[in-house]
């Protein structure tokens, strides 16, 4: 009996123990979840980074169309390439050639499952409307040109 007895109270302590070191296991990593031991890199300071050298892709509003040039309203893109905060608003004629791709979102609705999604559907120029909201993609720089081919022309409704 007095060895059961030993044995028990060396199991019970055992037992305690064990929990004393995985509760002070655990409270020492409180707060470090998701640390790692490998330095972390700063992202660069903005002053740092070096400016565009060209703009290739803009957003804007159509103000009108005329055969194959779309008069757009956008941000000044020189200006927004500077930083400026609130840059003007400036017009420039989009030039949609044989080759320009036409795609239509709908900001409202997710993108459809099915092979009816409207973005297998060949859009043209006559799907366009005075107001759309547009993203401008140019193989040219559009940053200074009155006017510029289009490669791309995505609708945002």
């Known amino acids: 009996m007095p060895l059961?007895?030993?044995?028990?109270?060396l199991l019970i302590l055992s037992v305690i123990?064990?929990?004393l070191v995985v509760v002070v296991a655990l409270w020492g990593k409180k707060g470090k979840r998701g640390s790692s031991p490998y330095p972390q890199n700063e992202p660069p300071a903005l002053s740092a980074l070096e400016p565009l050298s060209s703009v290739t892709s803009i957003e804007g509003v159509i103000k009108a169309i005329a055969g194959g040039a779309i008069?757009?309203?956008?941000?000044?893109?020189?200006e927004l390439v500077s930083g400026t905060a609130?840059?003007?608003k400036v017009t420039r004629v989009a030039l949609a050639t044989k080759n320009t791709v036409i795609i239509v979102t709908d900001a409202e609705l997710p993108p459809s499952l099915d092979n009816s999604s409207d973005a297998t559907k060949k859009y043209t120029l006559a799907d366009?409307?005075?107001?759309?909201?547009?993203?401008l993609q140019s193989s040219n720089d559009m940053r200074t040109p009155e006017s510029f081919d289009v490669t791309r022309i995505e609708v945002i409704r």
Not at 4 to 9: D, P, T
Not at 71 to 78: A, N
Request: net charge positive; no cysteine; proline share 11%.
């Open 128 to 135: 366009l409307k005075i107001g759309d909201r547009v993203i």
């Open 71 to 78: 008069y757009v309203e956008m941000p000044d893109p020189v």
């Open 4 to 9: 059961e007895n030993k044995h028990r109270r």
């Open 86 to 88: 609130n840059p003007k």
């Open 17 to 19: 123990l064990l929990v």
